[in-house]
């Protein structure tokens, strides 16, 4: 995977010479490419004169932030409590099962991404699966199957 | 449009949008909330411009997306008017007949309104509605009514006239003095008193002030932040530029989960048109008060919403909490002097400015002021938000608005104050809900998550759930803290796989006292609450794991089993085919048994299995019958044992 | 001058209000000891162990704090050994001794507060998390080389992806400060101690121990006929190597095409190569990882040359990992340069564009002598005093006491030699070799003039660990 340093760049473009802007930085790069690329850090660390282990350590604190590339499709499974107290964790288990892999990682042909997220703030449709950003709402296992399927 | 100038330009501008709208011109509001785009109302949004294009009727019928109406459970909701029916869980399907009938019509379909499960009487408005009956919405009622992305929908409810009260005919003091008068207790966590808060970075030295709302809404389960900020995004910052007023702040910042894309995109246009109107920026409404405002997207940590770690979030710092013992409404962002509200406390201040400290002191109890939205989710049958007077007991908020719990299950508790808070059990039901109160049952307020539970849920595995939770949400930078919840987890990790020993409720019990006296910051502090608010009140389940290695509500795997009643069991082959791991034995006529080495406890067949046979059973705490001898498990045709519908 | 009056486990103390001091250093002062874990004077309050909290009673309430971060007032009455106290720090204790159950200094506090078995499980860690080397890190030297990485029961310490640090130059300073094993077992920095850089020596070395220049055999000032700066000689020392079959590749620092003056390390084969990476670039460079990068890449007998600090980080990896068996036949040699300190290219280049108002990507030639720095742009020179430049001196350089590459094979620099020499000083027989492989003009040194400079160097590296040493002692 080859990153586009130039969009990198004008990313960081956008920032220079404001204080306190490193996390909104790495918020816009994580949406620009999914994840925060190898180089990249490097890259920031140059231009805004900030050591990679801070920027590394600022992108490995929060969640909204991965230093893994991801799948084609990224699925985050709510497990919220209100979630968690309609049957969520059978969710999670069902989609693991089906992906074959645990969450926080992707599948081998990077198709899909998993992650668990701890509140979407959708409670009242509990429990829900949230896939590039279409939510399914009150889901059963046995739909868990149907729903992976439309994502190629 | 030309920016408003004055108080005067303000009132004009209101009569004009109020002017031209024409009342009997028939309306339709479709509440667009994340929970309504989660069932679809984009897709019926689409359908309603359609169907109005094919029907000749653009520019005649007004349409306007709103925000949430709080009955997520029954979302997308769509009112009608002149007449406010009210149609729920609508689809696109259902949208050519609505344009037909009831706009061209008038006439109301039935099969779309709310019918209440007991009675089967049917309701048109929404306010007649058991959900919304109990409720009185005082911060909420503007998302009914206003398109978030269009700042006349709000001015056109009176929107912003608090704040030109307050520039124009208040001095910075005598609003304080209105607030703390009010008492306005924060709708973040604690309950501090807002209007003190405010006095106290009024009152510290250091220039620039800032004042920040807090978006952050990191307890799981509460969702009524993101509803406000997404649905009525000028109220907020209206009552955050009341507050700066009032402090003597000029720059104010928004943080706000990047988790609400929907807040962000529509707090981005509010603050857009609020500069654009003259309403925020230079010389708002002409009076010189000079104040702006800026965004900063959290990036999900739970940790982050405490106040401390908050500011240095917004510094563009880790989001871990200082080691400082000064609080941050004087020495805050960049050490200056920052004063901090959640949504809901200052989406209350607009409303306490137009109507007074006195009206507002009438509503609620003795100690908590006002209204509090609480989510009431879980298993509820109405699932949704609800604003209701502090005091108004948790009887009425699960039973009456609520609907009691569904599939007639028994009510087991209500988890409040997320995972800082407790879970209070059926004893309690009539206790009123105030901050107080709620500390008393050794939970708490917090934003206002209430979650029901039934007895399905096993409160050891709850309890697990939460540090579990927290493990992954503290900054791990406290040793009580992140080695104490860590090792919680194990002793409960241990306790739900049948591990469990004598002394482990003790020990949890010690840690906990060594988190909440030691730690470095709230989240520490509090972690402990959820273990030992289901010690307090659910001690006996704690046993039965641990003694009898039994789980009561039939959900710890390791200590249940799955079973197949050979008296129900029809061989109608569904559990055998959906059993991922071939566990299940049988054929067509033949009665199903599990092989229970091979089961896996996924419980899929539990799930499959027809509710009106039911004949996989969860048992716990006992062996598994025996399995009946391979002669007698065939069903003669024509005559089916047990089960049925009995 | 206002006093503050209060009392520490019934004793009666004053302060000064002016001082702002905390409830630790005011125990301190009359000889009562609170046990600390992540404290240190020079660094700020970190609040992460919790072990000093001590009970406080104001106005009549009793509340538990933190000894290390909070501020003393007028009226306090503190208990530091209440039974909540102990309590409290008794299961702190515990909670660690878990986690390290072999730490001698976990398991001296522990046993002396009662402590002998945890009833947790036992994990096999070894760092407690305290920060003490993040902190000392970032605050104090200013590299920030390692720092924490994730949250929450996953928190731990370490470099970006885990990876080799391009940052660290191995001053030894969180080693010095780490109250347990963990530092030392770190293997992506490279603190090298006093005993490190006796073992590194003994292992890699040999020829007398200056006090002054370190352990050599020779000290020579040569000239070659390659034009480069100061006398061209290590490009000499490459192209020679390289053409005797010494080494088959050199991790050298060149200016990056279309970039001006901004430099990286690049691998080169070949003369062509060599050349373009002539002069002096005064820049600190990523080095490490391109070394990594290299070795992965089926390189084995590479020449590096480098800066004290990136030999004392190539010296640390050679005594800690096994390079033989990751990549068989691994063959190193270090060519050291002399270094008083180097510069950040961004820092650099803006300071040199506010000072002299020009561009210092267009620059022709760059050079720091007899504490001069001078650009010389369109043939003309521009020159002031280096202090001037202080504050874009590459972090971490005044924590550093090695001025003439003393864990090197060949150390080279100007200082010592007349105009148009170098000095070069062999280490080892790995040196020597590639020495007496090339041909050069040979000259007398000042020793003398070295000496000055390594004295120099090392005063300021000094007063700057006393800063830490000073707490330790405490």
């Known amino acids: ?152 | 449009m030309p920016r408003l100038n004055s108080k005067e330009d303000l009132k004009a501008l209101r009569r004009k949008i109020i002017g031209v709208r024409d009342l009997n011109k028939p309306y339709i509001t479709l509440c667009s909330g994340t929970a309504c785009h989660a069932t679809g109302s984009d897709a019926v949004a689409a359908a309603i411009q359609k169907e109005l294009e094919k029907q000749c009727l653009t520019g005649e019928v007004g349409v306007r997306r709103t925000g949430c109406h709080g009955f997520c459970e029954r979302g997308p909701i769509i009112i009608i008017y002149p007449g406010e029916i009210c149609y729920l869980n609508v689809t696109p399907e259902d949208v050519p007949e609505i344009i037909s009938k009831t706009i061209k019509g008038r006439e109301i379909i039935e099969r779309l309104l709310y019918a209440d499960p007991n009675t089967g009487e049917q309701m048109v408005h929404e306010q007649d509605i058991p959900f919304y009956k109990y409720q009185t919405r005082l911060v909420f009622s503007g998302n009914l009514w206003v398109d978030p992305t269009n700042i006349e929908d709000y001015i056109a409810l009176g929107g912003y006239r608090a704040l030109a009260k307050v520039l124009h005919e208040m001095t910075p003091e005598e609003v304080l003095e209105e607030v703390k008068r009010a008492n306005l207790r924060g709708r973040g966590g604690g309950g501090f008193p807002a209007g003190r808060k405010w006095e106290t970075t009024r009152d510290a030295s250091g220039e620039p002030k800032y004042v920040i709302v807090n978006c952050d809404e990191g307890d799981p389960g509460a969702y009524m932040d993101r509803s406000i900020m997404e649905g009525n995004p000028h109220r907020v910052l209206e009552g955050l530029t009341i507050a700066a007023y009032a402090i003597g702040a000029t720059q104010g910042f928004v943080y706000v989960r990047q988790e609400y894309p929907l807040a962000v995109s529509n707090l981005a246009i509010a603050l857009e048109q609020a500069k654009e109107y003259g309403l925020l920026g230079e010389d708002i409404l002409g009076s010189g008060f000079e104040f702006d405002v800026k965004v900063h997207r959290g990036a999900g940590a739970f940790v982050s919403g405490e106040s401390s770690a908050l500011m240095n979030a917004i510094e563009g710092k880790v989001g871990e909490p200082r080691p400082k013992y000064v609080h941050t409404s004087e020495a805050g962002i960049w050490d200056k002097p920052s004063n901090l509200n959640n949504v809901e406390t200052l989406a209350n201040v607009p409303l306490i400015i137009e109507k007074g400290a006195d009206w507002f002191g009438s509503i609620g109890t003795e100690g908590s002021k006002g209204t509090k939205i609480f989510s009431l989710v879980g298993t509820v049958n109405n699932t949704g938000l609800v604003e209701v007077p502090m005091g108004t007991t948790l009887r009425d908020i699960i039973y009456k608005i609520g609907g009691g719990i569904r599939g007639g299950k028994r009510f087991k508790g209500v988890q409040t104050g997320g995972p800082s808070g407790g879970i209070i059990p059926e004893q309690y039901l009539d206790s009123p809900v105030d901050f107080d109160e709620l500390t008393k049952l050794g939970s708490m307020m917090g934003s206002g998550g209430m979650i029901a539970i039934d007895e399905d849920t096993c409160i050891v595995d709850l309890a697990r759930y939460f540090v579990d939770f927290l493990c992954d949400e503290s900054c791990g930078k406290c040793v009580p803290c992140r080695e104490g919840l860590k090792r919680m987890r194990e002793i409960l990790e241990d306790i739900v796989a049948g591990r469990g020993k004598e002394g482990d409720i003790e020990l949890l019990k010690e840690i906990a006292v060594v988190m909440k006296e030691a730690s470095l910051c709230a989240l520490g502090t509090t972690a402990a609450n959820p273990t030992l608010s289901t010690i307090r009140y659910f001690r006996d389940e704690y046993e039965a794991h641990i003694k009898e290695k039994r789980c009561p509500a039939l959900v710890c795997k390791d200590l249940i089993s799955y079973y197949i009643d050979p008296e129900k069991c029809i061989a109608c082959l569904k559990c055998l085919k959906n059993c991922p791991e071939g566990a299940i034995e049988g054929e067509k006529r033949v009665i199903h048994v599990i092989e229970q080495s091979k089961c896996v406890k996924c419980g899929i067949c539990y799930d499959v299995c027809p509710p009106k046979v039911g004949a996989v059973k969860k048992i716990s705490g006992r062996p598994v019958p025996p399995s009946l001898p391979e002669a007698e498990r065939a069903i003669r045709k024509g005559k089916k044992k047990g089960g049925g519908s009995d | 001058m206002r006093v503050l009056k209060l009392e520490i486990d019934g004793k009666a103390v004053e302060v000064e209000a002016e001082k702002g001091k905390t409830i630790l250093e005011a125990a301190k002062s009359i000889g009562i000891d609170i046990p600390t874990l992540c404290y240190h004077p020079a660094l700020e309050p970190f609040g992460a162990c919790r072990l000093c909290s001590v009970e406080i009673e104001k106005r009549g309430r009793k509340k538990i704090v933190t000894a290390c971060n909070y501020p003393v007032e007028d009226g306090l009455a503190v208990n530091t050994k209440s039974p909540e106290i102990i309590e409290i720090r008794k299961m702190l204790l515990e909670l660690l001794l878990a986690r390290c159950p072999e730490e001698g200094k976990i398991q001296r506090l522990a046993h002396e507060h009662g402590v002998v078995k945890p009833r947790f499980k036992l994990e096999d860690e070894r760092c407690i998390l305290c920060g003490l080397c993040t902190r000392v890190c970032e605050e104090l030297v200013g590299v920030s080389a390692i720092n924490v990485i994730n949250r929450g029961v996953e928190r731990a310490i370490g470099t970006p992806y885990m990876e080799l640090s391009d940052d660290c130059i191995g001053c030894g300073s969180c080693a010095l400060v780490c109250p347990t094993e963990a530092i030392k077992r770190e293997k992506n920095i490279y603190p090298t101690t006093a005993e490190d850089t006796r073992a590194i020596e003994d292992r890699f070395l040999e020829g007398e121990r200056d006090a002054e220049l370190g352990v050599y055999t020779d000290l020579i000032a040569g000239k070659s006929s390659l034009d480069g700066q100061d006398g061209g000689i290590v490009s000499s020392l490459l192209i020679s190597g390289i053409k005797n079959n010494l080494f088959d590749a050199a991790l050298v620092v060149h200016r990056k095409d279309g970039y001006g003056y901004k430099a990286e390390a690049v691998v080169v084969e070949d003369v062509a190569g060599i050349r373009r990476a002539q002069g002096t670039k005064y820049l600190r460079v990523p080095m490490m990882s391109k070394l990594e990068e290299a070795l992965k890449a089926g390189k084995r007998r590479i020449a590096v040359v480098g800066t004290p600090c990136e030999v004392r980080a190539v010296r640390k990896i050679q005594q800690q990992r096994d390079l033989e068996r990751e990549f068989p036949g691994v063959e190193i040699t270090l060519l050291g340069l002399f270094c008083f300190e180097s510069f950040d290219y961004e820092g650099l280049k803006e300071r040199t564009k506010r000072e002299f108002g020009v561009d210092l990507d267009k620059a022709d030639k760059t050079q720091i002598t007899k504490g001069k720095y001078i650009v010389t742009v369109d043939g003309e020179d521009y020159s002031c005093d280096v202090r001037a430049f202080e504050d874009v001196v590459s972090e971490g350089c005044p924590y550093c006491d090695d001025f003439v590459s003393r864990l090197a094979d060949i150390s080279i620099g100007s200082v010592g030699s007349t105009d148009g020499y170098s000095t070069v000083i062999v280490r080892s027989e790995v040196g020597k070799k590639l020495l007496d492989a090339t041909e050069f003009v040979q000259a007398e040194v000042t020793k003398k003039e070295i000496v000055k400079l390594v004295r120099f160097k090392k005063k300021r590296a000094d007063k700057n660990f006393a800063v830490i040493m000073d707490g330790l002692a405490t």
């Open chain 1, 1 to 152: 995977m080859k990153v586009k340093m130039k969009r990198v760049d004008e990313i960081i473009e956008r920032y220079k010479g404001e204080e306190g802007v490193l996390i909104q930085l790495l918020l816009d790069i994580q949406s620009e490419f999914n994840w925060i690329p190898h180089g990249v850090i490097a890259r920031i660390s140059e231009k805004m004169r900030i050591p990679t282990s801070q920027i590394y350590r600022i992108a490995s604190f929060y969640k909204a932030m991965s230093l893994n590339p991801v799948g084609r499709h990224i699925i985050h499974v709510c497990l919220g409590t209100a979630c968690q107290v309609r049957g969520a964790p059978k969710i999670l288990d069902r989609v693991e099962e089906n992906l074959k892999i645990k969450e926080g990682s992707t599948t081998a042909d990077m198709r899909f991404s998993l992650r668990r997220v701890n509140c979407l703030g959708c409670c009242a449709m509990g429990p829900v699966v949230v896939v590039d950003g279409n939510y399914h709402g009150k889901i059963t296992p046995a739909m868990v199957e149907d729903i992976l399927e439309k994502y190629e």
